[in-house]
């Protein structure tokens, strides 16, 4: 396992309008194949419970996995339970964590 650099950030998004959707984020990095039960495990404790959704890419690479959290709008304390992920995941990263942010344009959570 090396250590990862850091985090890499998009800007941060501008003060929001009032009734403005609020904003997701997305982190994604790649995982090794020889330490997935290992990251697995460091991610739910890492969690605590927190409503954070971890998927993986659907692909073929024999050697990486890549993952994604996603951090909905109804998390209390996204950046907070972020860092505390990013901590214990980053042993297993390996490259930079991507973050973005988005916010809903249509459908559900969009503003009217």
């Known amino acids: 396992m090396t ?8 800007a941060p ?5 009032a009734g403005a959707p609020p904003v997701e984020l997305y982190v994604y990095y790649r995982v090794h194949t020889d ?3 290992a990251a697995l495990t ?3 404790q890492a969690r605590d419970a927190q409503p954070v959704r971890l998927l993986r890419r659907h ?4 050697v990486f996995q890549t993952w994604m959290e996603i951090y909905g709008p109804g998390l209390p304390d996204a950046a907070d339970t972020e860092r505390r992920i990013a901590a214990a995941l980053g042993a297993f990263a390996q490259g ?6 988005f916010a809903a344009l249509a459908g559900p959570g969009a503003a009217g």
């Open 3 to 10: 250590s990862s650099p850091p985090t890499r950030t998009a």
């Open 59 to 62: 692909d073929n690479d024999p």
């Open 96 to 101: 930079p964590r991507h973050r973005e942010a």
């Open 13 to 17: 998004p501008p003060d929001l309008p």
């Open 35 to 37: 330490h997935l039960a």
């Open 42 to 44: 460091a991610f739910e």
